[in-house]
């Protein structure tokens, strides 16, 4: 009579570890597939920033098409295509993030900076007047205000530079295209201040420091301002300088700006070469 029961004993041991089988397994997929999911989370990031754009494109390409929906991944895509100045291509790319679920008031953002960069500024500035006012960001205040500037809307221009500049804790960019948009109206003392700043705020950015000299020499002040620059941007900085001064119609003061250029760069400069011998010719 105990036959029954040692057997139903025994089944009931083999069902509870079968089980415990099954619920092992299930755990150790559940552990390699949150494993991979960090995994692919590293490798998106290391694609985001220190990869060769192009193989960022390559990989986001791969994974976006084989997980469509995704939002991550398109979004990754997108990035990686800007990177790669495939900008033609990035457009659509950020319209479909914009259209995903999930997407954010700066995916639209993103979107009119890569019109922007396409030279759609009409689609740009569409885009920006769709999002809701309460989303101030750096970003969108500096968007703004490069589609002010290109409506010659100089007010707002200035209050949306003025605003992005705030916004951010490394404002030479932003500084150094209020400046030049200071400068493509004339007001050359403005614009002078606002390169100076941006130069303070980033030593290194060369675009600034030739921005400055433009300024001055508008202001027919052809002698370079005290700022940090190797022996190579003082040649490039006398160079044009030279040019502003040549346009202005003082030769005498670009040639010898050119003279000086020619000895100031540690290489044979051609450039200032060419336009001195034009000159004296």
């Known amino acids: 009579m105990r036959h029954p029961i040692l057997l139903s004993a025994c089944l009931a041991g083999v069902v509870l570890i079968a089980g415990c089988a099954e619920k092992d397994d299930e755990t150790v997929e559940r552990a390699f597939q949150d494993v991979n999911v960090v995994d692919e989370s590293n490798l998106s990031d290391v694609m985001l920033t220190v990869a060769d754009p192009n193989e960022a494109v390559n990989y986001f390409s791969r994974t976006a098409k084989e997980k469509p929906d995704r939002i991550d991944l398109q979004r990754g895509l997108a990035y990686s295509l800007v990177r790669a100045k ?21 995916d ?4 009119a900076d890569t019109l922007i960069r396409t030279g759609d500024w009409a689609k740009a500035e569409q885009t920006l007047d769709a999002l809701p006012p309460t989303h101030e960001t750096f970003n969108r205040y500096r968007l703004e205000a ?3 500037d290109s409506n010659e809307e100089w007010t707002k221009s200035d209050s949306f530079y003025e605003i992005a500049t ?12 209020w400046g030049y948009s200071k400068l493509t109206r004339g007001d050359y003392k403005e614009a002078e201040r606002l390169f100076g700043e941006a130069i303070r705020q980033d030593p290194t950015l060369f675009t600034a420091k030739n921005n400055l000299v433009l300024a001055r020499g508008a202001q027919r002040d052809y002698n370079l301002p005290v700022i940090p620059m190797d022996q190579s941007e003082r040649a490039q900085l006398l160079h044009t300088m030279a040019l502003s001064a040549i346009k202005q119609g003082d030769v005498s003061v670009g040639k010898g700006l050119l003279r000086d250029a020619i000895e100031t760069h540690p290489q044979h400069f051609d450039a200032a070469v060419r336009a001195l011998e034009a000159l004296e010719t």
Do not use: D, I, Q, Y
């Open 86 to 106: 495939r900008f033609s291509e990035a457009a659509p790319a950020w319209e479909r993030v914009t259209e995903m679920e999930g997407a954010t008031a700066e």
């Open 166 to 177: 705030g916004l951010t804790t490394k404002p030479s960019g932003v500084l150094n295209n």
């Open 146 to 148: 490069m589609l002010a």
């Open 108 to 111: 639209s953002v993103n979107l």
